[in-house]
């Protein structure tokens, strides 16, 4: 399948050859749909807790010891998705085109004020006029100004405050001195971005760490990463043969945010709480976040010494053929069940129940947020049958169900929640030892999706995602949370949103 010069840029990369054999079989095979048992609701699947549960879960998430906090924020790529509808504008403009006044480019020129990133000298006074709107465009998105077009997200000024403006990234170093503050007085992050955008993210932490520091008395601990070229795959033609450029050589592309489970599994901190970098808000809101973050946390402790409670009592069963081996296995059964929507396949051997049981215990966990679904977009929360006949709760995406399943319909309807990429994690086990994150990965659960390369289309394969497949055998806790809680900047008009003015 592969030539010698093949086989030169893949180990380049770093890539074995029979992993991006693999990858080709993979489009040729297709992924597996999800057997999905429901969607996990609030009847079943979804926590909703009162205010005293609320309040008991933040005081456990301040006292409960843990091996130091890390906030992880994904933040690779550029901000090129967030302009895509003032790209569009820009060009038809350009094209001599009248636009309308709802056409996003228009709405951003009329308020352009009300953008953090807004500079008088550069913008000057808004106007309706095509030219005015063009100029407005040109100056946010290229060289000419800012060129926010060909930067990452994380380094944009999000929020106007009366003594300073703030990026996405300097939120997120306002968060977390607030919720993920080690007993040390220091506070982590792990950051993942592109190489050629580091300078930008060094230079935007640079200009507020002293200052932040001072003000929060903290000492902030921030380490860049990158998502590793091994983790890219390969690209194929319409025939599933491998997509070539015109110079011949092999297509790769990222593999969407899964690869970044290599990246989490480098973080030697046992609780993580993971959070995208463009779901921030003005700090007036930063009360109900923390507060929720850390109800996440409580949870997420708890349930860690609940697990780790059944394990200890594990190990110290002598006998795991006795009848108090089938009392434990009851009880942590009944644990499974009730807590995690873990339904187990009928064991008659009392070892292989006893094994089988154990072993769900002990496994990396996740709390994850939700929240009401009112249309906004993201994946859903699901309880699935797994490949070993047991249930388990998961976060899928729309193309990894059977829309052709004749209970798809029925299924939907139930969907009361959607994810929003809130999580925490607990990465150790009882010892104290890191789990093998990795390990956890359901390589089923990827999807394949359309792409084009300098015109000509391919198909790309996208690994499973770091909150869906990748960790599909973690033991998952769904909570909800305020929707308020929630505030992404998908498109540069969602800042208009009032929870960014």
Known sequence: MFSQEDLNQLSGLGIPE?????????FKKGFPWMKIVGAATPQRGIKVLSDAEADEAVKYADTAPVAGKCKFVPASGAASRMFKDIFSGLEKLKAGESLPED????????????????????????????????????????????AYGSKPKGVLDFHRYPEEVRTAFAEHLVEAQNYMRNADGSVSLTVTISPEHRNLFEEAFAKVRKEYEARYGVRYNVRFTYQDKSTDTIAVDASNKPF???????????????????????????????????????????????????????????????????????????????????????RAESFLDRELCIQLPLCTNPMDRFNLIRAKLNRPIRVCGMVRNEGEPGGGPFIISGKDG????????????NKQDPQYGFIMKEVTHFNPVDLVCCLRNYKGEKFNLPEYVDEDAGFISSKSYQGRELKALELPG?????????????????????????????LLRPAHQ
Request: charged share 30%; aromatic share 8%.
């Open 103 to 146: 056409a996003p480019v228009c709405r951003l020129a009329a308020q352009i004020e009300k953008f953090a990133f807004y500079r008088e000298e550069l913008f000057g006074k808004p106007s309706s006029t095509p030219d005015y709107v063009k100029d407005v465009a040109e100056k946010l998105l290229t060289d000419k100004g800012l």
């Open 244 to 330: 070539r450029t015109d110079e011949g050589r092999l297509l790769f592309r990222p593999a969407g945010h899964g690869a970044l489970i290599h990246n989490l599994n480098q973080i030697e901190e046992e609780l993580v709480s993971i959070k995208n970098i463009d779901n921030v808000s003005q700090e007036r809101m930063l009360p109900l976040t923390a507060r929720y973050k850390k109800v996440l946390m409580g949870k997420a402790l708890q349930l860690r010494d609940e697990i780790f409670d059944f394990l200890r009592e594990f190990d110290a069963e002598p006998n795991p053929l006795s009848a108090n081996a089938r009392a434990l296995c009851d």
């Open 18 to 26: 029979k992993t991006a054999e693999a990858q080709v079989e993979r």
């Open 466 to 494: 770091l909150w869906n497949g990748a960790m599909s055998d973690w033991n998952t806790l769904f909570v909800e949370v305020p929707l308020e809680t929630f505030n992404p900047v998908k498109v540069v008009l969602d």
């Open 390 to 401: 047991s249930s388990n709760l998961q976060i899928l995406e729309s193309v990894q169900i």
